[in-house]
């Protein structure tokens, strides 16, 4: 089944690191992506990270992969206000269909 | 100046009348996509084309037809617009799978439906 589980809300305290959680349920996905929105803009893409990897860093970005628990992580180190978005994991199936989380609102307070 | 492009961004219309959204990119790839975001929904894809004869339906197929003019055009058609359409809209793309099948979203279309 596709299924992309993430928990809502996240809040955390400016230079502090953040870490969203997603779930997915499809061991066929060959790529896994982290996207960011901001208020009344488009999806950006973050990062993503190949199937057969299991952590990759850019920058203030770690993503971390477990295929066999099906948990992809973001963590985001020294975290600032311009951070604050909401966070989609997605992951890539069959004929590229990209199946998306509901999205983690990250709320980083001064 | 922005590789996919949406228009109109806002767009508030009454029940029953026929809306096209529309939807051009500049970075040259061959597939492309619409989907609709609800909040708590997260995206769901509503079409997708992988050239330009080639259509398919997504998950919330129902309501919309499409329109692949171009490589570079997609346009997304509501024949009778009804209130639970109301939603942001986004298009994406994609380049022809092997170079990490990333796909790249537009900015959005706020649709209203009253």
């Known amino acids: 089944g596709e299924d992309v589980e993430q928990s809502l809300f996240l809040s955390v305290r400016e230079g502090d690191s953040s870490v969203i959680n997603c779930t997915y349920t499809d061991s066929s996905s060959t790529y896994l992506y982290w996207y960011k929105q901001e208020p009344g803009a488009g999806l950006q893409l973050l990062t993503y990270i190949f199937s057969n990897m299991d952590m990759k860093q850019d920058q203030r970005l770690t993503v971390l992969l477990n295929k066999k628990d099906k948990h992809l992580s973001l963590r985001i180190a020294d975290t600032q206000t311009g951070d604050s978005a909401i966070y989609f994991c997605a992951e890539i199936i069959r004929f590229q269909k990209l199946v998306f989380g509901t999205g983690t609102r990250l709320l980083v307070s001064p | 100046d922005a590789d996919v492009t949406q228009t109109p961004r806002n767009r508030i219309t009454k029940t029953g009348k026929r809306i096209m959204l529309e939807c051009s990119q500049t970075?040259?790839?061959?597939?492309m996509y619409w989907y609709r975001q609800d909040p708590g929904l997260g995206l769901r894809l509503i079409y997708y084309?992988?050239?330009?004869?080639?259509?398919n339906k997504g998950e919330i197929s129902d309501g919309y037809s499409v329109s692949r003019q171009a490589q570079a055009k997609f346009s997304l058609s509501l024949e009778s617009a009804i209130p639970n359409q109301t939603a942001l809209y986004f298009c994406?793309?994609?380049?022809?799978?092997?170079?990490?099948?990333?796909?790249?979203f537009g900015p959005g279309t706020r649709l209203t439906v009253l």
């Open positions: 994406a793309t994609s380049a022809v799978s092997g170079s990490s099948d990333t796909q790249y």
């Open positions: 970075k040259g790839h061959d597939r």
């Open positions: 084309s992988f050239d330009v004869k080639d259509i």
